[in-house]
């Protein structure tokens, strides 16, 4: 079987705790992964400890169940108890090294580099295995983010040698120019939890990669 890094290919469901509320967020990643995501990463930073805990357990199962890879955002130690396959990192979060040595060396740690390729190439020297760019569009959930373009996408995929993922204010319609450019992988919040048709969503962005495959 692939290790983790390898089967970084396809929609990556981010979860947003605005867009999942009355207990229906397990329902909604059900859907997403019933469409094709591949990746679910499961962002709160709520202080609810006992709620993150218990959503994360049951979001890490899910996953897991369906073959697709759980990640957790900046919680290491939450990652390390629910079996999650990884953390991903923001420039404010625990330091890559740290996070390796806590996880080992068979999880995932992943990195969000904005738009500095110079971040992602300390990010992979540190040892990250996959790095994040953007914003390549508006995006709800950060709206004063930086922008990011498509030519940082082609210059990583020449010089690093790990899995890309883009995001901010990715949409279907969208999308298909940064898989082109190189992204490995769409992470997505608003575009597929906030659709009143998750799977459906989830479907459309997965058909991107299919496209590219084919092509």
Known sequence: MPGPAERLRGLYAITDPTLAVGGSLVDAVAQAL???ARAVQYR????????????????????????????????????????????????????????RARLGPDRLVGASCYDQF????????????????????????KPDA?????????????????????IGGITPENGAPLVAAGADMLAVIHALFGASDVRAAATAFARLFDCQETA
Request: proline fraction near 3%; charged fraction near 20%; glycine fraction near 8%.
């Open 118 to 141: 110079a971040l992602a190439e300390a990010a992979v020297a540190a040892g990250a295995d996959y790095v994040a760019f953007g914003s390549f569009h508006p995006s709800p959930t």
């Open 146 to 166: 930086v922008r990011a373009d498509t030519g940082l996408l082609h210059r990583a995929r020449r010089a690093l040698a790990v899995p890309l993922v883009a």
């Open 44 to 99: 709160d930073k709520g202080a609810d400890v006992a709620r993150r805990q218990a959503e994360a357990a049951a979001l890490a199962s899910l996953c897991h169940a369906a073959g697709a890879l759980f990640i957790v955002n900046d919680d290491v130690e939450l990652a390390v108890s629910v079996h999650a396959d990884g953390v991903h990192l923001g420039r404010d979060d625990a330091a890559i090294s740290a996070a």
């Open 34 to 36: 019933a469409g094709g």
